[in-house]
């Protein structure tokens, strides 16, 4: 459905829940309460302490960034 709705003219808004779903986006936006910050993948990890949090929280990685051993 995703496929279908990128197909068409215009902005198609998807709420991540997954990585995945950001990463096949061209833009992303985080609204995490202060200032909107818009940009690739890789850009917000450089640029937004919020993004990068949230990629390590989907990939299961702990708050300080360190991988989760096992």
Known sequence: MERAFAARPGALLVIAHRISSA???RRVLILD???PVLG????????SASYRELVGRWQGEPESGR???A
Do not use: F, M, N
């Not at 690739?40 to 640029?47: F, G, I, K, S, Y």
């Open 23 to 25: 990463l096949r986006a």
């Open 33 to 35: 309460g202060g200032r």
């Open 40 to 47: 690739r993948h890789d850009e917000l990890l450089l640029r």
């Open 67 to 69: 991988p989760v051993s």
